[in-house]
């Protein structure tokens, strides 16, 4: 069973560029969660979508965005890119409860000069 | 006080012996609880879920859980130096809406086992 897939797995953005990270689900799930790692924050909740609905937010700025289509797979965008946001992007997929709990992906080490 | 938190790290253990790893949260109506392990470089893999107040079991691990005390633990029995690694205690805080899909992680808590 093939897990959960982030491409691409490194970019290096300028400041003010905008990026987007896809995530493909594992099969299955319709659950797709995604999270900012930092060495100072940890690990930080951005939002998750369920059959391309958004049921939960965290606080981050309206910079950060995403969307889920039908076939589960999910897309995070940046906006107007700060050198804060360097970090590693994980994604999670999830059956829809907690109840199997929740797979990331190796992630998305984003780079911003 | 931090929503999820773990006993400060790191923590060195020699081969063989038994790792202890702590966790208390903040919101009383949580009802899942993840253990993951994180190695240098790598994404979290999850290693332990625990639902109901007790002991679980799985291999070498045993995730323990009490709402009560709002505590939850992972023992590692006869440590290997390839346990060596971060460790990160996730809650799903709160309870239906609320928690859909957002773990509240722990800053995690280095593992060091030597031989």
């Known amino acids: 069973k093939a897990g959960v897939t982030q491409t691409p797995r490194y970019l290096i953005k300028t400041r003010g560029q905008q990026v987007t990270l896809s995530c493909s689900p594992i099969?299955?799930?319709?659950?797709v969660s995604w999270y900012q790692q930092t060495p100072g924050q940890g690990l930080q909740f951005l939002f998750e979508y369920f059959s391309e609905t958004q049921r939960n937010k965290g606080n981050f700025p309206g910079r950060f965005s995403g969307r889920q289509f039908s076939n589960s797979r999910s897309e995070m965008n940046v906006s107007t890119l700060e050198l804060g946001d360097s970090a590693l992007y994980l994604c999670a997929s999830s059956l829809g409860t907690a109840d199997y709990g929740y797979t990331f992906g190796s992630g998305t080490r984003l780079t911003v000069v | 006080q931090k929503e999820v938190e773990q006993n400060s790290g790191p923590l060195s253990v020699p081969e063989g012996a038994i790792a202890s790893l702590n966790c208390t949260y903040s919101?009383?109506?949580?009802?899942?609880f993840f253990w993951y392990r994180q190695y240098s470089g790598k994404s979290p893999e999850l290693i332990m879920s625990i639902y109901s107040n007790g002991d679980k079991e799985d291999g070498r691990f045993t995730a323990q859980l009490n709402k009560a005390s709002q505590y939850v633990s992972l023992l590692i029995r006869d440590s290997q130096p390839s346990d060596s690694a971060t460790y990160l205690c996730a809650v799903n805080l709160g309870a239906g809406g609320t928690s859909y899909g957002k773990l509240t992680f722990g800053q995690g808590t280095i593992l060091t086992v030597h031989p």
């Open positions: 099969s299955g799930h319709r659950s």
């Open positions: 919101d009383r109506g949580s009802q899942s």
